[in-house]
């Protein structure tokens, strides 16, 4: 057939916006933030999650709410990361509820399949990952956060296409949309490894009185 007998166009309906990041100024905000942790862990070593299998740790919902330095910078760099995700989008976004949690995976704990909704945006940043881990979790897939290929018969198949995987490094991140389902590998390291990253959910409503308002990159306080 000649091919000028068929005119096509091609279009990627509804592309899925996905951004990582690095935090370069890391370093002195993780260690704060490993020491709060690993004393509340203490304290509260029964804190869980439907999300956690192993001897995981999960923290409470209000990381960026405490009276710390190292909790004001760590949502400063959250709203700063959602600025940059949201910017094409729209120039600004109305108030919103953010809430933000720690999840502790020592060696051959995990997160299950799980995705956020009700939320908008979520993300991760990773504070304190085995040296080890950084540099094997790509290749060997273990340690990493995965995001599976959800899409029915992509790829002309019934069975998911591809998973996108991230491998953890200290001061660095990734923001995506909430209903993703993702999870976390287990990884096997020494009893004293730990891999500890923060997460976060995000959801905006012109409704919400107070809160924040993240105006192009810029955020600001009302």
Same mark, same amino acid.
């Given at each position: 057939?000649?091919?000028?007998?068929?005119?096509?166009?091609?279009?990627?309906?509804?592309?899925?916006?996905?951004?990582?990041?690095?935090?370069?100024?890391?370093?002195?905000?993780?260690?704060?933030? =490993?020491?709060?942790? +690993?004393? !509340?862990?203490?304290? #509260?070593?029964?804190?869980? @999650?439907? $999300?956690?299998?192993?001897?995981?740790?999960?923290?409470?919902?209000?990381?960026?709410?405490?009276?710390?330095?190292?909790?004001?910078?760590?949502?400063?760099?959250?709203?700063?990361?959602?600025?940059?995700?949201?910017?094409?989008?729209?120039?600004?976004?109305?108030?919103?509820?953010?809430?933000?949690?720690?999840?502790?995976?020592?060696?051959?704990?995990?997160?299950?399949?799980?995705?956020?909704?009700?939320?908008?945006?979520?993300?991760?940043?990773?504070?304190? =990952?085995?040296?080890? +881990?950084? !540099?094997?979790?790509? #290749?060997?897939?273990?340690? @990493?956060? $995965?995001?599976?290929?959800?899409?029915?018969?992509?790829?002309?198949?019934?069975?998911?296409?591809?998973?996108?995987?991230?491998?953890?490094?200290?001061?660095?991140?990734?923001?995506?949309?909430?209903?993703?389902?993702?999870?976390?590998?287990?990884?096997?390291?020494?009893?004293?490894?730990?891999?500890?990253?923060?997460?976060?959910?995000?959801?905006?409503?012109?409704?919400?009185?107070?809160?924040?308002?993240?105006?192009?990159?810029?955020?600001?306080?009302?």
């Amino acid at each position: 057939m000649n091919d000028k007998m068929v005119e096509v166009s091609k279009l990627d309906l509804y592309p899925t916006r996905f951004m990582g990041f690095r935090y370069n100024q890391y370093k002195k905000m993780n260690m704060k933030i =490993v020491k709060y942790l +690993l004393k !509340k862990r203490d304290e #509260e070593p029964d804190n869980q @999650s439907y $999300s956690i299998g192993g001897d995981g740790w999960h923290s409470n919902y209000n990381l960026t709410d405490l009276d710390y330095d190292w909790s004001r910078e760590l949502k400063q760099l959250i709203l700063q990361v959602v600025a940059d995700y949201s910017h094409e989008q729209c120039e600004i976004l109305p108030n919103f509820k953010l809430e933000t949690w720690a999840m502790v995976i020592p060696s051959g704990a995990y997160s299950n399949l799980h995705s956020h909704p009700g939320w908008y945006m979520s993300g991760v940043y990773y504070v304190k =990952v085995p040296e080890e +881990l950084e !540099k094997t979790a790509l #290749e060997s897939g273990h340690g @990493s956060i $995965s995001f599976p290929d959800t899409r029915a018969g992509a790829c002309g198949t019934m069975h998911e296409a591809a998973t996108f995987k991230i491998a953890p490094r200290e001061g660095e991140g990734a923001v995506f949309p909430s209903w993703m389902p993702h999870y976390v590998t287990p990884y096997q390291g020494s009893p004293n490894d730990l891999r500890i990253s923060i997460s976060w959910n995000i959801i905006f409503d012109s409704r919400m009185e107070g809160g924040d308002v993240v105006a192009g990159q810029k955020t600001l306080n009302n």
